[in-house]
C-alpha cells in the first residue's frame, strides 16, 4: 500500500464496508455486484481501492468521465466555483456558469441546430432528459404514439424504460400506459431480417414507410421517433449511415420529430464530438447528460425553436441549477474541443478494434468485435453451438460473466451489455495514453484467453 492509503484509510475495513452495503442498500444494486471494490483515490484511467490495488478503469461512471478522474481542468473548474461565494443551486435562474455552460454547448452542436435551438435543463440524469424530449414532442405535436426501436435504452423512469427494450426491466411494469411503436434497429451480427449489411438496412427504412402510409398498419401518427445513433447498454451497435439518413428523411416527410439520445455517445466518445455527426443528420431534439457534466450530475434537451410549445412551468425539476455541473461541464465541452479529442478517440479506437480482431481470430467465444471511437464492443458467444445462417453462434452470457471476473483480477474494470448480458463493454476515458491502451487490451486478451481453454475442455 502507498503511504497516503495507509495514512488516511487505514481505518477502512473493506469487508465491513462491502457488508454494509449489501445490508443497506436496495436489491437493485448492480455495478457493485460485479465489482467488490471501495475505491479511495482516482486519476486519470486509474482507481486505487481501499486495499491499495489500482485498476485501470475502462467503465468510467458508464461513459460519464470523458476526461477520466479528478481531471486538472475540471477540478479548477470545481474549484474555481467554490472559492467565489457563489450559489451551487440556483433552480432554473440565470447565473454566470449557466450563461458560460450554454455558450459552450452552443459552439460544438451540429451548426444547423445550434442556429437555431432551445435549451432546457432537465433533472440530474439522463432518463429525466428522456422524459422531457418524449413530454415536448408530444406536446408540440398533440399526438402520444412514439416510435423506437429494438434494443434501445433510454433509462428507467415510465417513458423512458417504455421506449427502452431490455424484457428484463420492463415487464414488470409493461403495460404502464404509454403508447410504443416498437422497429427493429439494425444489428447485423443478429439480423432480425435474417440478412445483414445494407439489404437489410433497406428493408429496415422500407418497413418504417410502409408503417406510416399503410392505412391499416395499426400504427398511430407518432408524436416522435427515438433513437440512439450507438446503441450502448443494447450491445455497443453503430447504426449504419445511410440508414439513419433514411431515419431522418422518413421523419422529416411524415411531420415526426426525430430524437436522438447522446447520452453516453456525446462529447467525442464515438469519434465525433456528436455521434450523429458521423451521418450529417441534424435531428430535431438531443438528449445530453453523462459527459457534459464533467463527471457531476447535468442532463439536458436540446430542440428546435419550433417545437417550443411549453407554456412556463409545463416541466420543472429542483435539481436543473448545479452550478459546479455546469462549470465542470463547460470546462470539459471546451477541452474536448481544443484537444481535438474526438479525432484522438477515432485513431484510437480504430487500433483498438484492430487489435480486439485479433484477438477474436485466436479466440473461440468472440462472436464479433464492434464499436465506433471508444465505444468498444466483443460479443460473447457459445464456441460449442450450431450457428445461425448467418454464422451468429448463441449468446453465452456466462462466459462474458467469467472474462469480466478475469479482468477483475487482472486490475480492469468494464461491465456487459447487450442480450443477456454476453457483449464485454469498454468506454475508457477520451485521455486514455497509447500505453494506457496497451495495457487495457493485454489484460483483456488475458481474461478472454483463460476464460475460452477453460470454455474449450
Excluded at 343 to 348: E, K
Excluded at 410 to 415: H, P
Excluded at 424 to 437: G, K, S
Aim: aromatic share 4%; hydrophobic share 40%; with cysteine.
Amino acid at each position: 500500500m502507498t503511504a497516503w492509503t495507509d495514512a488516511a484509510h487505514a481505518e477502512i475495513d473493506l469487508a465491513a464496508v462491502l457488508g454494509r452495503q449489501r445490508d443497506r442498500e436496495s436489491a437493485a444494486r448492480t455495478y457493485a455486484r460485479s465489482f467488490p471494490v471501495v475505491p479511495v483515490h482516482a486519476d486519470g484511467l486509474r482507481v486505487t481501492g481501499a486495499d491499495g490495488r489500482e485498476y485501470l478503469d475502462c467503465l468510467a461512471g458508464a461513459g460519464t468521465l470523458a476526461l477520466g478522474h479528478n481531471h486538472p481542468v475540471v477540478l479548477a473548474a470545481i474549484r474555481r466555483v467554490l472559492d467565489s461565494g457563489a450559489p451551487l443551486h440556483a433552480l432554473d435562474i440565470s447565473t454566470p456558469e449557466k450563461d458560460d455552460f450554454t455558450t459552450a454547448l452552443l459552439d460544438t452542436l451540429p451548426p444547423e441546430l445550434a442556429a437555431d435551438c432551445r435549451i432546457h435543463f432537465c433533472g440530474p440524469a439522463g432518463t429525466d432528459a428522456v422524459e422531457a424530449a418524449l413530454k415536448l414532442a408530444r406536446t408540440a405535436t398533440g399526438r402520444q404514439n412514439v416510435l423506437a426501436f429494438t434494443g434501445a435504452y433510454h433509462g428507467m423512469t415510465a417513458g423512458a424504460l417504455a421506449t427502452s427494450g431490455n424484457l428484463a426491466v420492463r415487464e414488470p411494469l409493461a403495460d404502464n400506459g404509454f403508447n410504443v411503436t416498437r422497429l427493429p434497429y439494425p444489428y447485423d451480427y443478429r439480423c432480425p431480417f435474417g440478412l445483414g449489411g445494407p439489404q437489410a438496412h433497406q428493408i429496415g427504412a422500407r418497413l418504417v414507410e410502409s408503417l406510416l402510409t399503410d392505412s391499416h398498419s395499426g400504427v398511430l401518427p407518432p408524436a416522435a421517433m427515438i433513437l440512439e445513433a450507438v446503441q450502448g447498454e443494447g450491445g455497443v451497435i453503430p447504426s449504419p449511415d445511410r440508414w439513419l439518413r433514411d431515419m431522418r428523411r422518413i421523419t422529416e416527410e411524415h411531420g415526426i420529430p426525430l430524437i436522438v439520445d447522446e447520452v453516453q455517445t456525446g462529447v467525442g466518445r464515438t469519434g465525433e464530438f456528436w455521434a450523429v455527426q458521423h451521418s450529417g443528420i441534424t435531428p430535431d431534439v438531443m438528449v445530453l447528460s453523462k459527459a457534459i457534466g464533467g463527471s457531476l450530475p447535468l442532463a439536458v434537451i436540446v430542440y428546435k425553436s419550433a417545437l417550443d410549445s411549453w407554456l412556463p412551468g409545463a416541466h420543472t425539476g429542483t435539481f436543473r441549477g448545479n452550478q459546479l455541473a455546469m462549470a465542470a461541464g463547460a470546462a470539459t465541452l471546451r477541452f474536448v474541443a481544443e484537444q481535438d479529442l474526438s479525432a484522438r478517440a477515432a485513431d484510437l479506437g480504430d487500433r483498438m478494434l484492430a487489435e480486439l480482431r485479433v484477438l477474436q481470430g485466436n479466440s473461440s467465444c468472440i462472436g464479433e468485435v464492434r464499436g465506433r471511437g471508444l465505444m468498444l464492443g466483443l460479443e460473447i458467444v457459445n464456441p460449442d453451438a450450431t450457428p445461425d445462417a448467418l454464422g451468429a453462434r448463441p449468446a453465452a452470457p456466462e462466459l462474458a460473466a467469467a472474462i469480466r471476473t478475469e479482468c477483475l483480477h487482472r486490475g480492469l474494470l468494464l461491465e456487459l451489455g447487450g442480450r443477456g448480458d454476453s457483449v464485454v463493454r469498454l468506454l475508457p476515458p477520451l485521455t486514455i495514453t497509447d500505453q494506457e491502451a496497451t495495457s487495457v487490451l493485454n489484460r483483456l486478451g488475458e481474461a478472454v484467453t483463460a476464460v475460452d481453454r477453460g470454455a474449450s475442455r
